[in-house]
């Protein structure tokens, strides 16, 4: 068997390991190694990933341990370290100096990354560069049960330390909370701060519109702070699990230069590297987007873009491993991408001329799953993924076909 001049470890197990784990074996023809804490049905049975599972691998000791383990197995090969989840993402940028010892790290500082990933200061970048996001207001531990609301109902309130809180446990708990009214918003916080969260939260005005006003946008900046692509999705299911709220289930790539030039300006004024990714969403009337966050990383539906053409792993390569200085890629083909059948989208789905596109493309078959990658479909593969139960997540968290 030849050689492979890289090796990528994929952090995790989700459907955003399994779709790197399909760039790099279609675009590089290799298998990638994946190193998890739990495994998920998007990954089992797959022959493009070797799995290196551990309960305690969020723990540094054996995090380092497990990294040591395949270094010694695999020292013939350059190893490029990716995250797939927030957790890893810390994990690798807090100890990315003793990393770099003995593997391509493609991240930024720890600095920078605090100045993004946790909410309320990325809120006041945004504001620096000129950036729309919702009204916001900030909730601590001391001031939660004393501050009052000065926007009205719904709102949002999600933690400003994601990493932070999903370590804590309480009844109820929930990626994103969307709220209604007063005692519905005094219980949440209570039960928040009544867990181990100690961090801030972040309470926002709700943006009106469905599913299908949500956008999400990738983009990989090069080590020269350049960036070299970038991809825009109009989401058409947002999953709505309490664990996985603001994960996609189906998106349709579009376009929008101006703001592609805006987030590309941004991203090189800040000096970022490596993979990003940006949840927004859209407002038809005043067309303009309102940012809600950055993920130092790509998106866990970044697939869309692969399967789409424009191959998300080949722009990281051609930094790290090549060095070549590439001119900027965008991704402007209309197809659907989807993690769920037909049937959920059309029940689900109530704008109708999204519906029409929807039908078009299935029509044309431009429609692709990526779980379902025809190169990697074993019997046993299929039978795992025939195990999510899909029709019954959405009848529990979709409220009868409610999508807004």
Same mark, same amino acid.
């Given at each position: 068997?030849?050689?492979?001049?890289?090796?990528?470890?994929?952090?995790?197990?989700?459907?955003?390991?399994?779709?790197?784990?399909?760039?790099?074996?279609?675009?590089?023809?290799?298998?990638?190694?994946?190193?998890?804490?739990?495994?998920?049905?998007? /990954?089992?049975?797959?022959?493009?990933?070797?799995?290196?599972?551990?309960?305690?691998?969020?723990?540094?000791?054996?995090?380092?341990?497990?990294?040591?383990?395949?270094?010694? &197995?695999?020292?013939?090969? &350059?190893?490029?370290?990716?995250?797939?989840?927030?957790?890893?993402?810390?994990?690798?940028?807090?100890?990315?100096?003793?990393?770099?010892?003995?593997?391509?790290?493609?991240?930024?500082?720890?600095?920078?990354?605090?100045?993004?990933?946790?909410?309320?200061?990325?809120?006041?970048?945004?504001? =620096?560069?000129?950036?729309?996001?919702?009204?916001?207001?900030?909730?601590? &531990?001391?001031?939660?049960?004393?501050?009052?609301?000065?926007?009205?109902?719904?709102?949002?309130?999600?933690?400003?330390?994601?990493?932070?809180?999903?370590?804590?446990?309480?009844?109820?708990?929930?990626?994103?909370?969307?709220?209604?009214?007063?005692?519905?918003?005094?219980?949440?916080?209570?039960? *928040?701060?009544?867990?181990?969260? =100690?961090?801030?939260?972040?309470?926002? =005005?709700?943006?009106?519109?469905?599913?299908?006003?949500?956008? *999400?946008?990738?983009?990989? *900046?090069?080590?020269?702070?350049?960036?070299?692509?970038?991809?825009?999705?109009?989401? !058409?299911? =947002?999953?709505?699990?309490?664990?996985?709220?603001?994960?996609?289930?189906? %998106?349709?790539?579009?376009?929008?230069?101006?703001?592609?030039?805006?987030?590309?300006?941004?991203?090189?004024?800040?000096?970022?590297?490596?993979?990003?990714?940006?949840?927004?969403?859209? $407002?038809?009337? /005043?067309?303009?987007?309102?940012?809600?966050? %950055?993920?130092?990383?790509?998106?866990?539906?970044?697939?869309?873009?692969?399967?789409?053409?424009?191959?998300?792993?080949?722009?990281?390569?051609?930094?790290?491993?090549?060095?070549?200085?590439?001119?900027?890629?965008?991704?402007?083909?209309?197809?659907?991408?989807?993690?769920?059948?037909?049937?959920?989208?059309?029940?689900?789905?109530?704008?109708?001329?999204?519906?029409?596109?929807?039908?078009?493309?299935?029509?044309?078959?431009? *429609? &692709?799953?990526?779980?379902?990658?025809?190169?990697?479909?074993?019997?046993?593969?299929?039978?795992?993924?025939?195990?999510?139960? !899909?029709?019954?997540?959405?009848?529990?968290?979709?409220?009868?076909? $409610?999508?807004?």
């Amino acid at each position: 068997m030849e050689v492979q001049e890289f090796i990528p470890i994929l952090f995790g197990s989700d459907r955003n390991v399994y779709g790197m784990a399909i760039g790099f074996y279609e675009q590089y023809n290799i298998r990638s190694i994946a190193v998890c804490k739990i495994g998920y049905s998007e /990954t089992k049975y797959s022959k493009l990933l070797d799995i290196y599972q551990n309960k305690d691998i969020e723990n540094k000791e054996i995090f380092f341990k497990t990294l040591k383990d395949i270094k010694n &197995k695999y020292k013939n090969n &350059k190893l490029i370290l990716i995250a797939c989840s927030d957790v890893y993402v810390r994990l690798i940028v807090e100890n990315k100096k003793e990393l770099e010892k003995n593997f391509y790290v493609p991240y930024i500082d720890l600095d920078l990354m605090n100045k993004l990933i946790i909410k309320e200061n990325f809120y006041k970048i945004c504001h =620096e560069y000129n950036l729309d996001y919702p009204k916001t207001i900030i909730y601590t &531990k001391d001031n939660y049960n004393k501050q009052k609301l000065p926007f009205d109902f719904p709102v949002i309130i999600k933690p400003s330390d994601s990493v932070t809180y999903w370590k804590s446990s309480f009844w109820g708990k929930k990626k994103i909370f969307v709220v209604y009214n007063i005692d519905e918003f005094n219980d949440i916080l209570k039960r *928040v701060y009544n867990s181990e969260y =100690e961090k801030d939260l972040i309470v926002q =005005e709700y943006i009106e519109g469905d599913d299908t006003n949500l956008r *999400v946008l990738n983009a990989y *900046v090069n080590s020269n702070h350049k960036v070299t692509f970038m991809a825009l999705g109009q989401v !058409i299911l =947002e999953d709505k699990a309490p664990a996985s709220y603001g994960d996609y289930d189906a %998106i349709i790539p579009t376009y929008d230069q101006k703001l592609f030039d805006k987030m590309k300006d941004f991203l090189e004024k800040i000096e970022y590297v490596g993979y990003a990714n940006f949840d927004l969403k859209y $407002n038809k009337k /005043t067309n303009s987007y309102k940012l809600f966050e %950055i993920n130092i990383r790509q998106g866990r539906s970044h697939s869309f873009t692969t399967l789409g053409g424009k191959n998300i792993t080949k722009y990281l390569i051609e930094d790290i491993i090549y060095h070549h200085d590439n001119n900027i890629e965008y991704l402007n083909h209309e197809y659907l991408w989807t993690l769920v059948p037909k049937r959920i989208i059309m029940k689900y789905i109530k704008n109708e001329e999204i519906k029409d596109k929807i039908k078009k493309l299935y029509k044309e078959r431009k *429609v &692709k799953n990526v779980l379902y990658y025809k190169k990697d479909l074993s019997l046993k593969r299929v039978l795992e993924l025939r195990k999510r139960n !899909i029709d019954e997540k959405y009848l529990l968290y979709y409220k009868g076909g $409610n999508n807004e």
